[in-house]
């Protein structure tokens, strides 16, 4: 017992007031006022309801600690805990104890996420895609925002200084968008700051939670009026000293801008920000001698194994040297080719990647270090960049007709890389089901190929850059896939990746191109050495993505599956007998099968989901079940924390509290204090509306208004108790069980006048948790 005592002394007894709520609902409402300046960061506000919990969750155990005054310094720990479990329940708990105690692989797991979210900010533009990545991120972020607004503001006792915590939230708006942080951010930010300096002024002044009564001003306000204006005025000079700002002064409009310089096309990300952000300023130029604008590719994504679809490592050896160029899987020497000649100029555009045909042999003129990657047909940069470039390429791209197509049947060379069919294990059913409807009877890779991009051309599909970011599909993987077969609208990477992606099914090794289609003619004519070259011309906004399938004697083949996008290739319409005899040219179909052949089935990274749509797992339903029990939590928060609280302080009434070693004289620790305060929060519940310039003769009187004839004498005690105590000073007190039970005889007697409404009210949304 005395061990007991003993701890109790030294934690404290504990704090009744609301002080420690109010003030966790207070840093709650700045962090998510400020975080309403992420609209335009964010594609859609689905990444919201997350970021509260794991904001609430972070601020939730803090305000436990803080129950006990010896525990309040330990209060950054517990948010530092309360993010970390608010992390793992919203998105780890498949790998967690419980749900939501992380482990090793919930580390392991959050890393994985974050470095997906790095790749989505690197590689996009804003609003970028309401993907999960972007999701945790902005969780993540905005917990530790309040971890911080929390530790500054309460434990640290400098409420002003929060306002560092509010910035942090408002910078990416202010740096990487258009329209800053926008009128909501700017007044939720505003409001959630003045909440927070008003609550810690109030409850806390100089960081002592506080229950009752006034107290001497604590200079919170002229702090942070004073801080307020330092950051106005620093973001007001900020902008005209550092580059790279445009028109405004935070936060409406001060921002990192790029947009003067050249742009990057990045081949390894969702094209849809670029091609919602980027405009018809011309990227190149360049000379042909087609009679037709062509599609230049960069790079190409053929490893769809990860979450986000990639280029393959380089492999190593590459040569540098361009003058004799030739892929590694070229089509027969007896297909007749065309050789085209395209002279390119990059007039705003900035790319590692050299924009050029497909099957180039020769680049000439380029400055700068470039290595050939014969498995992909691209030229990547060491060092280098496009940027100013102009350079002539030679490229020969075999005469393709529906008939030659139609021959060539063998399985693909035993030498070709197996990334180009490979599939991972989480390829949606959907997916799998979708290709063999589609295409899985007809009778060779041509036809199949033909069916699957008639069906993505069909009416039943749309393109629409807007939609997957407001469905919250945008980007890459097998999940966003699965998403478009759904909603059926989407735009090039989602169109081609679904093409590549049900060819692999089917048995097709596929990849996918990234780069230019075809531009616009810009009336130039030129004549080089005794060559006519017509001029078009690419602009950002012709930024595009489309499936290449490879075809055993043939290479590498393009189509065009994005309807109102690109142009389809002759050999890619309506099937026709003319063209080339394939009888005429030695098809490997034709003669005995090469020995190196090898079937092109697709080959998976794990076991094939044969089944249905797979039903939850442990972990989601521990998930929902959690979020179930968090929402009954914070509905029934009021009644359970009143109720608590009107346990304690009877508790204390009839136990009587003693004087606190060194500490001050506290009157608000006295039985006659915590009865009579206990008294009016019942009264309060009931109705009751209770004037501060009254006093307790004042306030019994009306309260045995309420109660009607017959008001019982414990009424009369309690009042008496008060005022004894508060007008001696009294620091401490022994017990009072009569006073204990004068204050439950008043609650009965409130409770039985009272409408079946009223005690409703009492009870689910007592007045008094929403009042000092």
């Given amino acids: 017992m005395s061990g007991g005592r003993s701890l109790t002394r030294a934690l404290g007894e504990p704090s009744t007031g609301p002080a420690r709520w109010v003030l966790a609902v207070a840093v709650f409402g700045a962090v998510m006022g ?5 609209g335009g960061v964010l594609a859609n506000s689905g990444w919201f309801p997350r970021a509260s919990i794991v904001v609430a969750v972070t601020l939730f155990i803090p305000a436990l600690l803080r129950r006990r005054p010896g525990l309040g310094p330990f209060a950054p720990l517990g948010a530092l805990a309360g993010w970390l479990l608010g992390l793992t329940l919203m998105f780890f708990p498949g790998t967690a104890i419980l749900g939501f105690i992380p482990t090793t692989r919930t580390v392991r797991a959050a890393l994985d996420l974050s470095a997906e979210a790095s790749a989505v900010v690197m590689g996009s533009v804003a609003p970028a895609p309401t993907v999960l990545p972007m999701i945790f991120l902005a969780a993540a972020g905005l917990g530790f925002a309040a971890l911080l607004i929390d530790t500054v503001a309460v434990t640290v006792a400098m409420p002003a200084a929060g306002a560092l915590g509010i910035v942090l939230i408002m910078l990416p708006a202010a740096l990487m968008t258009d329209k800053g942080i926008g009128t909501a951010g700017f007044v939720g930010a505003a409001a959630g700051y003045l909440l927070l300096l008003g609550c810690c002024r109030w409850y806390a002044p100089e960081g002592r939670l506080r229950n009752g009564g006034n107290a001497a001003p604590s200079g919170t306000l002229a702090r942070g009026a004073a801080l307020g204006a330092a950051v106005v005025l620093l973001m007001a000079i900020v902008p005209a000293a550092v580059p790279g700002f445009t028109q405004g002064s935070f936060p409406q409009g001060s921002r990192l801008n790029g947009s003067n310089g050249p742009t990057r096309l990045d081949p390894m990300i969702a094209l849809g920000s670029d091609l919602r952000t980027q405009s018809s300023r011309i990227n190149l130029t360049y000379l042909s001698n087609t009679n037709t604008a062509q599609y230049l590719r960069l790079s190409t994504l053929e490893d769809f194994t990860g979450k986000s679809w990639q280029p393959t490592p380089l492999p190593g050896g590459l040569s540098s040297s361009l003058d004799a160029l030739k892929p590694a899987a070229d089509a027969n020497a007896a297909v007749p080719r065309t050789e085209t000649i395209t002279q390119v100029t990059a007039r705003s555009l900035d790319s ?23 498995s992909t047909q691209t030229i990547l940069g060491q060092g280098a960049s496009t940027e100013g470039q102009e350079y002539t390429v030679r490229s020969e791209m075999p005469v393709l007709t529906p008939a030659l197509l139609e021959a060539a049947t063998l399985p693909p060379r035993a030498t070709l890389n197996p990334v180009f069919s490979t599939l991972p294990n989480d390829v949606p059913q959907l997916v799998r089901t979708t290709a063999q409807e589609v295409a899985g009877k007809a009778a060779t890779p041509y036809k199949k190929a033909m069916a699957l991009q008639e069906y993505l051309r069909s009416d039943a599909f749309s393109y629409s850059l807007d939609t997957p970011a407001a469905e ?4 890459s993987g097998m999940q966003v896939l699965a998403e478009f077969l759904k909603v059926k609208s989407g735009y090039c990477v989602h169109f081609s990746a679904a093409m590549a992606v049900m060819a692999r099914e089917l048995g097709i090794p596929s990849r996918i191109a990234v780069g230019y289609a075809p531009g616009a003619a810009n009336l130039e004519v030129v004549q ?9 011309q690419a602009a950002g906004r012709d930024a595009h993505a489309w499936p290449e399938l490879y075809f055993e004697g043939l290479g590498w083949v393009p189509f065009e599956p994005t309807p109102s996008r690109g142009s389809v290739p002759a050999y890619a319409q309506e099937e026709s007998d003319s063209g080339t005899d394939p009888g005429n040219i030695p098809l490997p179909n034709r003669t005995t099968a090469p020995e190196t052949a090898t079937s092109a089935a697709p080959t998976t990274t794990g076991a094939a989901d044969d089944g249905a749509a797979a039903p939850p797992t442990g972990g989601e339903w521990l998930l929902r079940a959690g979020l179930g029990l968090l929402v009954l939590l914070l509905l029934g928060a009021p009644a359970l924390v009143r109720s608590a609280g009107r346990r304690r302080r009877l508790a204390l009434v009839r136990r009587g509290t003693g004087a606190v070693a060194g500490a001050a004289p506290d009157p608000g620790r006295v039985p006659g204090v915590l009865a009579w305060r206990e008294l009016l929060a019942t009264a309060i519940d009931y109705g009751y509306i209770a004037e501060p310039s009254l006093t307790p003769a004042l306030h019994a009187e009306r309260i045995a208004a309420m109660l009607g004839t017959g008001a019982p004498p414990g009424l ?4 008496g108790a008060y005022e004894e105590a508060v007008y001696s000073n009294a620091a401490a007190g022994t017990g009072r069980d009569d006073l204990a039970d004068a204050v439950e005889t008043v609650h009965a007697r409130l409770r039985t006048r009272a409408t079946p409404w009223q005690r409703l009210r009492a009870t689910l949304v007592p007045a008094s948790f929403f009042t000092r």
Avoid at 34 to 38: C, I, N, V
Avoid at 357 to 371: E, F, I, K, M
Wanted: proline share 9%.
């Fill in 528 to 536: 080089r050495d005794g060559v006519t070259l017509f001029g078009y």
């Fill in 34 to 38: 400020a975080s309403l300046s992420l």
């Fill in 472 to 475: 919250g599909y945008d980007g």
């Fill in 352 to 374: 590692e990647w050299l924009p050029a045909p497909l099957s180039p042999t020769q680049v000439r003129d380029v400055n700068g270090r470039w290595l050939w990657n014969p």
């Fill in 716 to 719: 009369a005690l309690v009042r």
